[in-house]
C-alpha cells in the first residue's frame, strides 16, 4: 500500500493520503506528497490532496520526535506544495491539525465540510508549529487570531475557520467530491497557484505583552511563549527569514525536556486504557445510572453522567436531601448549559425525566450500574450494597466511589462480588478528568471493562488500580504530603513550601490545596490512621492544632492562609507561622532553612518513591498509569511527564543518591523502595518496566 495514491480525474490529479489510523505525516507520506506532486505536474492541471478513512491529516507523525530526522522534512514538503506549478486545493474532513493543517496552509485553496476541525496544537506536545504555520496562518488570519490559536492550540471549527480566512468553502458531500468541484471552479475560472507566502505580511502586535502573558500564564511551559517570537518572525522579517526563525525555535523546543515530557504524557494517557486483559472482553450494556448520595460528590457524578447522555436516578435519604441534591444538580447543569457544554434539546430531556430522584431504592431496580457516593464510613457503605444487591438486577454493576476503604470488604457484603468495582471520581466529578477504576479482587473483567467504556463517555481519563488504602493517587500523596508536613516541621515555612512546589510547576502548592479540600479530611484520616501507625513515622500535629481552632480552610475563611471576606485566594497568616514555631520547640526541633531547591528535591524524590512501590504493590500496573494518575487528578505538571517520566529523565542514580542521604536523617520515612533500587543495580529505567520488561 502506498501511503499517498495519485489518480487523474480529468484534469484533476487527487492525491489521497492512506495512513491509519489518523493519516500522520509520517516519512512515507512526505515523501509521497513531493513525488505525486511531481507526477501531477507532468499530468494535470490542478491537484487536490484529500485525507483517506475518517480524517485529513492529524499532524506530523509524532512517533518519529526524538528519533534521527528523515528526509524529505515536512517543512520543505509543505514549500514544495505551494511551489507547485498547478493549483493546489486541500478538501478537509476531521481533523487537519499541527502538520496536516500546515500541508493544508502550502495548498492554495483550502475547501471542508461542516464538521472539520483544524488547528495548531503542538504547544500540548511542547514545540511550536514547525512546518511553516506561524509564517502562513497570520498571513491568512492576521496577527491576533494567530497567536490566539497557536498559542493555546485549540481546534477551531470549520464555520470559524471560514470566518478567520482560513478556509474558501464549506460544502456538503464527501472531501473528494467537494475538492473536485473546488477545483473545477478553480479551472474553470482560469485562477493559477495562489501562495500564501506572497500575500502581505501581517500587522505586528504588543509582543512583548503577548510574551509576558504566556510566560506567567504558562507556569514553567516555555512553548506558547516561544511561538509569539516565531509569529513576531512573520511580521518583522521577509517570509523565508521567518520560516528560518520558525526553524531555530521549533528545533530550541524540540530537543527540550519539556517535549519529552509531554509526548510521554500523549502517548501515556492513550496507552492507560489498554489492558491486555481486557483484549476482546465485551463491557456490559449501560444506558440508566443510580446515583447513592447526593452530596457534592455524588452530585457532581449525576452531573457528569447526564451531560454524557445518560439516565439517572440519584437516591437520597429524604425527600428534603433529594430536593437539594436535585438543585446541586441542576446548578451545575446550568453552569454547563453557559459554557455551551449542554445543548438545550438534552437539558430538555433531561428535565423530562432522564434525571429523577428517590429516596426509596426499589428506584434502581433497572439501574445497569450505581455508583454510590455517600459517607465514608466502611459500615455504611456495606449496609448500602447490601441493599443495593437485594433490589438491583441481576446483570448490575455496584460500584463504590471510595477513596480508600476496601472494597473487597465492600464486595463481600454483596451476593455479586464479581459485579462491585471501585469508580473513584475526584472533585469536582463533572469537571475533574481522572477516574480511577479499582480492580477488587473478584471483580469480573467485563465489569472492569463497563468501567473503562463508561470513563470514555463520560470523557474521563481512566486508570487501573487496585486495592489498597488510597489506591494509586491518593497512597502516594499521603507520601508527599509527610515529606512536606516533616520539612514543616523541621523549619520550612508552608508558605515557601507551596511557593517552591508552583514554581515546579504543580498546579497548587500543598498547603493551598489542603485549605481548598477542608483541613477536616485529613484531620479525619490522621485520627483513622492513628491506631495502626507505625511507631517510627514522625508525626506532625500543627494541622491538628488548626482544626481544633476550628480553621478548616477556605470554607471557614481560615486555614493554613486567611481568607478575608470570602476570598478565594489567600493571604499568609503569621499567627500559623507562631503555632508551628511552637510545635517545633515543643518536639525539641532546631528549625533550619530549606532552599527552593530542597524543597522540590524531596518533595518529588518522596513521590517518585512510594510511586515505585505502588508499581512494585501491582497496585499500579506501570508507571505510566502512576504518570497518568498525578497528572490528570493531582496537579502534577504535564510538561515535566508525570513523576515516573521525571525521575527518567534525571536519572533514577540521582534519585536514589538524593532517598539514600535523606535517609540518614530519617531512615524511616526514606527507606529507598526496593524497585527502584534494582533498577539503578540494572541499569533500567521506569520506560522499561512500561515496556513489559521485568525487572
Ligand atoms: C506537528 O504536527 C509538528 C509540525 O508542526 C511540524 C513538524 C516538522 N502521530 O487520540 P486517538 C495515534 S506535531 C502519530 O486515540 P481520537 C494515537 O497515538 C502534531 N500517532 O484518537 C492513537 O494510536 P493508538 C500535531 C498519532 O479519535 C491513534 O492515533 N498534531 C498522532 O480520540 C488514535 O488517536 C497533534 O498534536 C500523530 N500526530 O483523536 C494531534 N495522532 O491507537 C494529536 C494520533 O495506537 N492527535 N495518533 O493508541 C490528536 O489530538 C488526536 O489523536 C486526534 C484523534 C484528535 C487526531
Redo the contacts with the bound molecule.
Sequence with gaps: MTAVEYELAGDIAVLTIKNP??N??SQAVRAGLVTQIERAEREAKAVLIVGDGH?FI??????EFGKPPQDP???GVCSRIEDCSLPVVAALHG?A????L?VALGAHYRVAIGSAKVG???V??G?M???G?TQRLPRLTGTETALDMITTGRHVSAAEALEFGILDKISDGTPRDIGLAYAEQVLKEGNGPRPTRDMPAPEPVDFDAWHQKLITAGKGQIAPATAVRAVQAACDLPFDDGLAKEREL?SDLMNSPQREGLIHA??AE??VS?LPELQDVVPRELTRIGVVGGGTMGAGIAGAALLAGLSVTLIERDRAAAEKAEKTVNALLDGAEKRGKLSQARRKDITAGAFSTATDYAALSDADLVIEAVFEDIAVKKEVFAKLDQVCKDSAILATNTSYLDINEIAAATSRPQSVIGLHFFSPAHIMKLLEIVVADKTAPDVVATGFALAKRLRKTAVRAGVCDGFIGNRILAHYRMAVDNMVLDGASPYDVDKALVKFGMAMGPFAVSDLAGLDIGWATRKRKAATRDPRERVPTYADRLCEMGRFGQKTGRGFYLYPDGARKGVEDPEVLDLIAAERAAAGVTPRAFSETDIQTRFICAMINEAARVVEDGIAQRPLDVDVTLIAGYGFPRWRGGPMKYADMTGLETILAHLRNFATEDPFFWQPAPLLERLVEKGRTFEDLNQGMDV
Design positions: 489510523p489518523v500522520a505525516a480524517t492529524a499532524g506530523a507523525d509524532i512517533s522534512w515536512l517543512p481533523t491539525l499541527g502538520g496536516g500546515e495548531l496544537p503542538e500540548h506536545l514545540i508549529p514547525g512546518a504555520g521549533f500523549f502517548f492513550r496507552a489498554k
